[in-house]
Nanobody
Framework: VQLQASGGGLVQAGDSLRLSCAGSGRRFRDYRMAWFRQAPGKERAFVATIRRDGSGAYYSDSVKGRFTISRDNAKSTVYLQMNSLKPEDTAVYYC????????????????WGQGTLVTVSS
C-alpha cells in the first residue's frame, strides 16, 4: 500500500487541525492504521492506532482526549483530528500501515507515508 499524508501546517496553541492519509494499492481495509510523530531531535513516537474496520482505537497518553483517529475505508483514508493543540505537539506526523492485529511500535509497521509537518506556536 502507498500512503500520502497531508493537512499539516502552522497553527496557534489551542487551535485544531485535521490530518489525512490517503492509501492506494491493496485493499485499505486489510490494514491496521496508525499515526506516529517525530519532534526535532527525538525518536519517532506512537500517537494513535485504529482497527481495520474502525471499530476501536488506542491513543498515547499525551494525546488522549484531544486527538481522534478515524478512517473511511470506502475512501481509503485515515484521519487524525487534533484539538487543543499544544506547542509540544509540534512534529512531523507520519501515517503508517500494518497487517498485524495490534501495533503501537513503529517497528510493527511496514508501510509509511512521507510525513506532514505540524507546527504549534505558543
Amino acid at each position: 500500500v502507498q500512503l500520502q499524508a497531508s493537512g499539516g501546517g502552522l497553527v496557534q496553541a489551542g487551535d485544531s487541525l485535521r490530518l489525512s492519509c490517503a492509501g492506494s494499492g491493496r485493499r485499505f481495509r486489510d490494514y491496521r492504521m496508525a499515526w506516529f510523530r517525530q519532534a526535532p531531535g527525538k525518536e519517532r513516537a506512537f500517537v494513535a492506532t485504529i482497527r481495520r474496520d474502525g471499530s476501536g482505537a488506542y491513543y498515547s497518553d499525551s494525546v488522549k482526549g484531544r486527538f481522534t483517529i478515524s478512517r473511511d475505508n470506502a475512501k481509503s483514508t485515515v484521519y487524525l483530528q487534533m484539538n487543543s493543540l499544544k506547542p509540544e505537539d509540534t512534529a512531523v506526523y507520519y501515517c503508517a500501515a500494518t497487517t498485524n492485529i495490534v501495533g503501537t511500535q513503529a517497528t510493527q509497521y511496514s508501510w509509511w507515508g512521507q510525513g506532514t509537518l505540524v507546527t504549534v506556536s505558543s
